[in-house]
């Protein structure tokens, strides 16, 4: 395998091969946002203050392992560079730990607390080698792709199998449980998300230049990159972005089960036309960014998404939620492609700071608020369906919690994406200053060599 590592980078079907990790990362990690809450909390029964206690504790790990992952990763020196070593031998285990999120043995079904403590060693595995796999893969794209044309192509084109990954990972998961069980979903998952996964390095290839250079201290780093006001901003507006495109998911079964009375099946219809309308949309926005830059495409993206999620307030049939789904998907292929170019921009502008591309101690800095937002996410559903009187051993459940449902849909996700757009305001990478950093990176390379 080791061989045919960046076989084919530098070739036409070298970004599609680099962008089929995107489908791996969405259709594991949307998969477990989108689905481990239901399967814990109303199959299995676990506590809500369990379940929230227990996310609680994966954002505390996230803080840990994410900035000291991307650290590890910026500093490693290895015969096949820093990032790939990372996805080559990470992949197998980030797989394996998937399959046993999915699978709970006997004995962790007899009591709350055996419950709670299988949930939080899968849990915390699952996000360990998702961070070494997933982080050193997206590290690699703007080390790979240097121009703002390269950026918004193959932006959109990992986001579009993303989709495809989202698509599989959430909108056919309800059909796969009902084919194999739970735990033969999660097998498959993980089979295909691995197989993507080693196709990805086929197209992944290593500046060897960046290896040389020397890597800041973990003090020093941590001090550039959360003092840095382009990233501060950035991450900000990401964390309220990712609650949402988390909250939403997770709440979206509970919505249409308890809200809409509909069944697994018209669950799947009802997730269907975001992901149908986000995939071709993906290129719409990849055009959008090149023409008005990334600041402006990405305020755009958010507002449209926030202003698509109101009609989930009064929405009583399958049908009007499937055409409030569609113009969701308008918002969030938006936000999807705009995220790594918004990211790229920063460590351009840091590596003429700092002298050094330090992409893992930025994407493991993301990875690790991305992460919080799905801490957050549990919290929040924990706190307003307990208020609004959920209980997973009911048969029926009170009128009152289709209220909390509806808050949990549009009220929360909308003020988080308004916060969103008030950071992005601030965001100052943009127009001149944005020239500036491209033309200095471009000096800088020919300087290099």
């Known amino acids: 395998m080791t061989t045919k590592i960046g076989k084919y980078h530098g070739t036409a ?8 990790g995107s489908f791996t990362a969405a259709l594991l990690g949307q998969a477990f946002n989108a689905w481990v809450q239901l399967y814990y909390v109303d199959i299995l029964k676990m506590p809500l203050a369990l379940y929230g206690t227990g996310m609680l504790l994966y954002g505390i790990w996230n ?4 900035p000291l992952a991307g650290q590890w990763s910026d500093n490693a020196r290895t015969r096949w560079g820093r990032r790939i070593p990372f996805i080559l031998f990470g992949t197998i285990p980030f797989c394996i730990v998937f399959a046993l999120v999915w699978w709970v043995p006997g004995w962790a079904q007899t009591s709350y607390t055996a419950l709670f403590t299988y949930f939080l060693i899968v849990a915390f595995l699952f ?10 893969w997206t590290a690699l794209y703007p080390e790979m792709y240097p121009s703002l044309a390269q950026r918004s192509h193959v932006s959109a084109l990992r986001q579009a199998l993303g989709i495809v990954g989202m698509i599989i990972g959430m909108v056919l998961a309800p059909q796969f449980r009902q084919w194999f069980g739970w735990a033969g979903m999660g097998l498959i998952f993980a089979i295909i998300g691995g197989i993507g996964m080693f196709l990805s390095l086929l197209g992944s290839k290593e500046n060897p230049e960046f290896s040389q250079q020397q890597g800041l201290r973990v003090g020093e780093a941590f001090k550039h990159t959360f003092l840095n006001k382009s990233f501060v901003t950035f991450v900000l507006a990401n964390l309220l972005v990712q609650f949402t495109f988390v909250l939403l998911p997770a709440t979206m079964p509970f919505y249409c089960k308890y809200v ?4 697994d099946a018209q669950n799947t219809l009802m997730l269907a036309p975001i992901f149908l309308v986000a995939l071709p949309m993906v290129w719409v926005w990849g055009r959008v960014t090149n023409r008005f830059g990334p600041r402006r495409t990405a305020m755009l993206s958010t507002a449209i998404f926030a202003l698509a999620l109101i009609p989930f307030t009064y929405v009583k049939s399958l049908v009007g939620g499937m055409i409030t789904s569609a113009f969701v998907g308008i918002g969030l292929a938006g936000l999807m492609v705009i995220v790594d170019v918004l990211i790229a921009d920063v460590i351009d502008e840091d590596e003429l700071k700092t002298g050094t591309r330090r992409e893992g101690a930025y994407f493991g800095a993301n990875a690790f608020i991305m992460r919080l937002g799905v801490s957050l996410e549990a919290i929040t559903f924990s706190v307003i369906m307990g208020l609004y009187g959920y209980d997973a051993h009911l048969a029926v459940q009170p009128d009152t919690v289709a209220r909390g449902l509806r808050i949990l849909m549009t009220v929360i996700p909308i003020v988080s994406l308004v916060l969103a757009l008030v950071a992005l305001y601030f965001y100052p990478i943009n127009g001149d200053r944005r020239e500036a950093i491209l033309r200095g990176i471009d000096k800088k390379r020919k300087v290099e060599g």
């Open 260 to 263: 809409l009375g509909l069944s």
């Open 13 to 20: 079907r070298g970004p599609l091969l680099y962008s089929l």
């Open 63 to 66: 803080a840990i392992n994410d």
């Open 127 to 136: 996000d360990g080698f998702f961070t070494v796999v997933i982080l050193n």
